[in-house]
Structures are given as C-alpha cells and as structure tokens.
C-alpha cells in the first residue's frame, strides 16, 4: 500500500487552453474596423531554378566539384502566401477559450486523485492561477501567437472579446510580464482574472475572440503553419514545403485560406516559463523538461527541476515543499495537459 500511495499508473490531464484555426486575411489598415475582415490569403505554389550553395563535404571543395554543383541546378517546388500589393495588413482571427477546473481526467489511485485535488484548491486560494493567466492574457495581448509574421511591422493590433468587454492592445513588445504600462497591465490582469475563475472552478468557461492585425509592406510574403508531410522521398521538382490552410466561408463562398495550427498558437500561449533559472533571460514554453527544439535543448534537469521530479515531491510531502515559482511551473504543465502516469501511455 505504502508503495503505491503517492503513484498513479494511469495519470491524465485534460488540456485547458483550446484554440481554433488561426485564419489569415489581407486588408488595409484604416480599413481594419471595418465589418468585412478582409481577403482570405491563399496559399500559392511556386516553382524556383535555385543554385545549389549548401556547405559541401571535405573532399568536394575543389574548384571542379564546385562549378559542377553550379551547372546542376537545384529545382524547387514550394507553397508560399502573400499580401496582395493593395493589402498593407495581415489580420489573423481565431478563436480560444479556457474551459474546466484543473484535474485529472483519468487516475487510478484515489489517493493521488485527493492529492492533487487539495494541492490544486491550496494552489487556487494563493492566487496562483491569477499569476499564471495573466501570463497568457499577456502573450495574447503582444501577439506571441504571431511569430515570424511579427517580423518587418510597422504597427500591431490586438484585439480581445472576452465576456462582453474589448480589450485592445497595440505593439506590446515581447519584453517579459511585468515591464509594461500600467493600462496594459490593469487590462492583462482584468482578463487573466476571468481565465483564473476558470481554472480554479469558479466558472465554468471563458471564450475569447482574438482579432490581429499587423501593418507590412504590401505585397510582403506571410507565414502560416508548415505542414509536416511523412512521405520523406525526394523526387526532382516533387514539392519540398507544404503549407497549412483551412476552409473559410467568405462572401457566401467557401474558399481556402492560409492559417496556423491550433498548437502553435496555444504553444505560444503556454510561453511564460522563466522560472527555469533564476538568471533566465527569456520565456520558453512550458514544457515537461524545458525542451526547445529549435536550439537542441532542454532548459529543466531531470531529477531536479524537471516537471517529474516537482510533481512527485509536491504529492508525496505537500504542495508547500515546493517554492512558490517550482508551484506555477507545476501547475502550468498541468493546465497544458497530458499523460503523465507511471505507464507512460
């Protein structure tokens, strides 16, 4: 019994924050008020006669192997979307909300069960889950979700419907939770609030409508979500970058639009992690061990800092064991969600 007390081999969360397709539009920017949101963005193909310039092996650099390379064109066949040259802006709509207390969907020991329950109601009654939201009310204000299409703006508008009340913020930059003016920090802790009352199990749910628009240079190339395509064979001309697109009912037609995965806008969302270390110099997203892919690594240690490690200290001595920052950590891999009982699966 003793050993099976503070273990769970089925363990389960549900994910709390939820997105919709995040659609792309081309307009204008005095036009962004307007009721019509704009062009659906199509995604484009194209086929390029590139020179092939990747950096070759030892005993290929010689000026023969070099020319050859030349005189061997490297033909590219790629998806690609863009504003057209009367549209100045991108607007990207999509829909999220935050839905369902904070606890397992599935666990198998009981004990666990009421564990977690009372960490999660210990956690709720310090206000923890207000800090945690008003993290991700912030990176929907500054428009994290947007990420390579933040590059090049002129001007950045977001704007968020949430329970009847528009919150409008404009070029927020990306410099951490608490270096903001105060109207934008009483307006993110307003809506972080609401999600909060959520999380805790005050309310229910929270839906949010978020409209963004960002001022470029007409006719400027956009970048929706990047489709993983499993058939890995490269055929010449045989196209090498498929990009994402979803169905839009616009003007009573249905047309294809450019867009990105609901998991990367949640994944951005989900960036307030800087608890990590205590000299980190950025958010990552949360995640079980600190992963980053881009940069190869993994920013929490395992049996030390790492979701695991914090998890299983919190159930088998209490909450409290853990600093107030190691509790918003923990707690925000569970609002994120997945399986994380003994058996793995």
Known sequence: MAKNENKASVLAFDRRLSSSNAMFFGTKWDRRKDKDVGRPLPVQEKSVRGVIDNRLKDKD??????EASIENPNLQ???????GMDEDTLRVLFNIQVAGKVEPCACNNPAVKEKIREMVSEFAESDGFVELARRYAVNLANGRFLWRNRLGAEQIEITIKADGKDYVFSNIPLTGFDKLEEEVKENAKELGKKMADVLSGRNSHLNMEVDACVKR????????????????SRGKGKKSKHLFQANYKYQGKDFQAAALHPQKVTNAVHTIDDWYHPEADKPISINSYGAVTSEGKAYREPKNNDFYTLFDRAVQQGLSKLDPNEQKYMMAMLIRGGVFGEGGE
Do not use: H
């Open 217 to 232: 240079f007409p006719g400027m190339e956009v970048y929706p979500s990047q489709e993983l395509v499993l058939d890995s």
């Open 61 to 66: 650099q010689t000026q023969t192997k070099v």
């Open 77 to 83: 066949t790629v998806d690609y979307c863009a504003l």
